[in-house]
Structures are given as structure tokens and as C-alpha cells.
């Protein structure tokens, strides 16, 4: 049974470039949140997605979007990047009747340059 | 506002012996979950253990136990017979039932633990 799967694993990217980043969840769960990383820190809410719809959002600026597909994949999208934006991005999804649930991935590090 | 706290940067523990991670929180939510997460240098967040607010006993995963003091907002995790490999990063998070409507998980600075031979 495949866990929570993201990819790529690593990307480095130059200031001012946009990034996509792809998260495949466990099977059985229809719900993907994605949270940041930065270095020595514990991971932040970015936002979730259910039923293809962004159902919360953390504190994080309009340069970062998503989009869940009918399989109940996801992306995280990051617009003209900075370099603040280096950071290990984890997917995390759970199913919707299970709120304690969650199941992480991997993550992608991201360095911008 | 929910807070989670990890006074601990890091911890030493004998292979064998019991070791105590701290975390208190802070949540003006009625109804909340607690949770801690292994994270070892591949980056991956392993789920170890939960405990709701409601729950009358300190919730136990095998070698690992929560001790939950709901009036002094604390819920330290406890590994009992370290091994090398639980040397790792550990996380203390929560998710309030009102507070961010469930969805998020809020996280603490972490506890680096090396378990020593």
C-alpha cells in the first residue's frame, strides 16, 4: 500500500521563477493539505484541498496556489519565488471522516537561488 | 490561536533507557487532538501517536506513551527502551476542532533526540 507520494524529491530554482510541485495521496484519502518547512523549524499550514476546492488557508501569500484533480492528487504552485521560499514542502492527506489521520510524505526540497 | 511549545532543542538518551520529550500547548479550543511526529533526516513526518482532549486515558503505541495533563496543557511524549534508531527529529503538533475548522496542524520547533550506545 503506496504512502503519500511527492515528487520531485529535490529542485532548485532562481529568484523571481515559478515552481510546481506534485503530491500523490495514500490510497483511500481524498483530502491533501500542504504545509513549508524552512530549516530548523516545524512545518507551517500552507492550505487543504477537498472535493477540488482550497477549504483553508494559512498564513501564506496569494503567490502560492494549488489545485486538487479528480484522482485527488494535488499541486502546490509558488509564483515569482524568493529566496525565503527555500524550504522542504510536505503533502500530508488523510480521508475527510478521519481528522487524526494524516499521513506525510517525503517532501520536496526547494532552494531557490 | 493555537501555540505549541518545545522548550528542548535537543536530547541526549543511553540506548535501553526511557526518555521524556516535553511539549505544552495553548488552544482557546474546547475540543482539540494532540499529536507527535518522528521525523528522521529523510524528511518524512512518521505519526507515532495521538491524544484527543476527551480521552479519559494517556494514549499508548507501543514503546511510545503520551502523558497528558490536560490542566497544565502538557503532553509529553515518552519512549521507553531507546534504540538507535529513534535518533531523530520529534515533533509535538495539535488541531483544534474549532480553531482553523480541523484542518491544520500546528507544530512545534521540534526536539532533536540522539540516542548513544
Known amino acids: 500500500d503506496a504512502g503519500v507520494t511527492q515528487s520531485p524529491t529535490h529542485l532548485i530554482k532562481t529568484r523571481g521563477q515559478q515552481v510546481t510541485l506534485r503530491c500523490s495521496p495514500k490510497?483511500?484519502?481524498?483530502?491533501v493539505s500542504w504545509y513549508q518547512q524552512a530549516l530548523g523549524q516545524g512545518p507551517q499550514f500552507i492550505f487543504q484541498?477537498?472535493?477540488?476546492?482550497?477549504?483553508q488557508r494559512g498564513n501564506f501569500p496569494d503567490r502560492f496556489s494549488g489545485h486538487q484533480f479528480p484522482n485527488y492528487s494535488s499541486e502546490l504552485n509558488v509564483n515569482a519565488l524568493l529566496l525565503g521560499d527555500s524550504a522542504l514542502y510536505l503533502c500530508?492527506?488523510?480521508?475527510?471522516?478521519?481528522?487524526?489521520?494524516?499521513?506525510f510524505g517525503s517532501g520536496t526540497r526547494l532552494t531557490v537561488v | 490561536a493555537q501555540k505549541i511549545t518545545q522548550t528542548q532543542p535537543g536530547m541526549f538518551v543511553q540506548e535501553k533507557e526511557a526518555v521524556t520529550l516535553d511539549c505544552t500547548y495553548d488552544?482557546?479550543?474546547?475540543?482539540?487532538?494532540l499529536f507527535w511526529y518522528k521525523q528522521p533526516s529523510s524528511g518524512e513526518m512518521i505519526f507515532l501517536i495521538y491524544?484527543?482532549?476527551?480521552?479519559?486515558q494517556n494514549a499508548t503505541e507501543g514503546r511510545y506513551s503520551l502523558n497528558f495533563q490536560k490542566a497544565r496543557k502538557s503532553a509529553n511524549l515518552v519512549i521507553s527502551a531507546s534504540q538507535l534508531g529513534d535518533s531523530a527529529m520529534y515533533f509535538c503538533?495539535?488541531?483544534?476542532?474549532?480553531?482553523?475548522?480541523?484542518?491544520?496542524?500546528?507544530f512545534g520547533t521540534g526536539t532533536q533526540l540522539k540516542v548513544e550506545l
Open positions: 500530508a492527506s488523510r480521508t475527510a471522516g478521519r481528522s487524526w489521520g494524516y499521513t
Open positions: 490510497s483511500g484519502h481524498d483530502t
Open positions: 484541498y477537498y472535493e477540488e476546492e482550497e477549504r
Open positions: 488552544t482557546s479550543d474546547p475540543s482539540y487532538g
Open positions: 491524544q484527543g482532549s476527551y480521552d479519559q
Open positions: 503538533a495539535m488541531r483544534g476542532r474549532l480553531t482553523g475548522g480541523g484542518n491544520k496542524l500546528t
